[in-house]
């Protein structure tokens, strides 16, 4: 669902989707609201540690992700 405010801007967002998993399925959902538009935001890049290369997964994951197509 997607929800405009009055001046066109995304109020909020909301999606669902059920993924599945081996014999199992994993139920995703998120829902987002935005306002704030036009004020100045910061948005810090993560720490080395957080994050990897898809390189390093040398083509393979530590475990099976949902969903996931390589």
Known sequence: ??????????????????????????RVEADTRYSGWGRRATVLLPRKGDVIDMEELEDELPYPLPGWVS
């Not at 405010?5 to 199992?24: M, W």
């Open 1 to 26: 669902m997607l929800r405009l405010g009055p001046t066109g801007l995304v109020e909020r967002l909301s999606a669902e989707a059920v993924l599945p998993f081996y014999d199992y399925s994993i």
